[in-house]
């Protein structure tokens, strides 16, 4: 039995006209080298990408914890200012106080080393990537679009925002309304 139609090998294969057998191995060369070099590209696309997810991965394993923690530190600065001022006046007050605050000191420093910052916008200019207008406020000394008061600290984590600050704002002058000419 026959084959009705048999492949050519390669050394039979059909070679376009006015193309020498050099010049198609050439061609085959160049096509080869090119489909190398763009699967070693992609390799290293690769190997690029998964060294940037793992270097990611570990500069930002602790941010659902620091999320946690800092409830934790806000509850430090609501325990101060929830001392009644007769006690802030008595040595024990000055004390807890004291204690309170060296605590609070202490967990800031801890969150700076896993590269934790605390925002404290108060006075720059309102930025809603990092901070959430709560309310406006009137303010005639400071130009409208600037933070007036920090109702809630921020927080980044190396570059990337862990909780926006909850902020006041300076709302503009209220401007006069246009007149309208009756004359008219």
Known sequence: ????????TEEEAVLPEGTSPEEAL???I????DQLLRALAEAENT????QKEREDTAKYAVANFAKEMLGVADNFQRAVEAIPAETRKSEAGKNLIAGIEATERQLQATLERFGIKKLT???EVFDPNFHRAMLEMEDTDQPPGTIVQVLQPGYVIHDRLLREALVAVAKGAASPAP?????A
């Open 47 to 50: 190997r690029r990408r998964a």
């Open 121 to 123: 916008p108060l006075g």
């Open 30 to 33: 160049r096509q080869l080298k």
């Open 26 to 28: 050439a061609a085959e």
């Open 179 to 183: 007149k309208v000419d009756k004359s």
């Open 1 to 8: 039995m026959t084959d009705s139609n048999p492949q050519p």
